[in-house]
């Protein structure tokens, strides 16, 4: 157990992120100076201090929630919950008029619902507050002062502080999005994996709601992925140090850079195109993106090659013929016009993936919400050149 308020010196801090995106994030952090760093399943630990942690919800772009661990105990039934949470000194982190949530995640065979686990910790936490003052504080499940979050694995019980409270992946530039749009923390994990360096030209010939454009835009401008986000749950804490996170915005604004390079998106619905381009505009980047309504067949690419990165529809409401097609065509148009081009390709249709008839230079599994997707480069060499496969080891 730590004593939360104030926080020591240097803490224990879990970042959650998505499967598979566990490696990308132990590398943000390290970037960002964290030390004593553990990847876990959808997770890494890592140590810092208030300042780090402050750091690490505006800057980190593959995680999705910063959590403190608090305390820990062993429970094997809902008294033992109830009990477990009410024993903390919850009124040293809030205040009897103010607000709190919960979130749980629950694996065990003791426990079977996370939101009755939350609400009985809710019960706990106000029950503690009524027996001391008589009154209670209330639940606000979007901008609480205080965001409690209980995971329960088997018998054991660790209850942190969610320091991020809505999911970092919320950017706030997507209002608009279409049917099936790509998380911002897939997204971001796809560029970073294409090994793209903000510099060339990106591209997505198949944009949709411009998520992928978007992360690489901020990326290659070193744009702070949450620099306007107005809440995050560290600031409802008594430990909130409002003049160290106003240090921390400065630094992060100074160091945003101009674009060198191209960034541009297409996409075959004029509506959706339109959609990017608001999307755009919304994170001040409509001057850096270029986004045009035309089929993928009818692009032509700038020359000097670059880096194509696609999330074609995977065929849930194509016929199968059609959607074979479709991902032929993909083929012919990448070695008819993107000569050059590093051609990344995300979908979970391994069937359609083959009638592309090109041999892929390295595979690699990625998680798309529940789709397990393989995630494909395609080089696009000058005239006919063998291209090796390469099977990338993974552990999903």
Known sequence: MINPYPLP???????????????????ELENL?????EIRK??????????LLYKCNLHLRTCMRLLVPIFEFSAFNEKNLYDGIKSFPWTKLLDVNGTLAVDATVHSDFFNHSKYVALKTKDAVVDLFREEFGVRPNVDVYDPDLRIHVHIYHNEVIVSLDSSNESLHKRGYRADANMAPLNEVTAAA??????WDGK?????????????????????????????????????????????????KREAEAAERPLDGKIIGND????????????????????????????????????GGGILIMNPPYGERIE?????????????????????????ILSSNK??????KLAASKRMIVWNGPLECKFHKFEMYRGSRKEKTEEIPSEN
Not at 33 to 37: S, V
Not at 205 to 231: D, Q, V
């Open 351 to 356: 069937e359609a993936l083959k009638h592309m």
């Open 190 to 195: 796809l560029m970073l994996h294409s090994g």
């Open 320 to 344: 199968i013929e059609e959607i074979n097609q479709f991902y032929r065509m993909i083929g012919d148009t990448l070695k008819q016009r993107f000569e050059g081009f590093d051609a990344w």
């Open 268 to 303: 075959a619905v004029f509506k959706v195109a339109d959609m990017a381009k608001n999307n755009a505009a919304k994170m001040g980047l409509h001057h850096d993106i270029s986004i045009t309504n035309m089929r993928f067949e009818e692009q032509r690419p700038p020359e």
């Open 33 to 37: 100076g964290a030390k004593d760093i």
């Open 9 to 27: 010196e240097q803490f224990i801090i879990t970042a959650l992120t998505q499967k598979g995106v566990e490696p990308l994030l132990a590398n």
């Open 42 to 51: 959808s997770a890494v630990y890592f140590t810092g201090n208030l300042e």
């Open 200 to 248: 060339g030209t990106f591209m997505d010939g198949m944009c949709g709601s411009g998520t992928l454009l978007i992360e690489a835009a901020m990326f290659a401008k070193n744009i702070a992925p949450n620099i306007n986000r107005p809440y995050f749950g560290f600031m409802g804490w008594k430990s909130y140090d409002a003049k160290l996170w106003e240090r921390i």
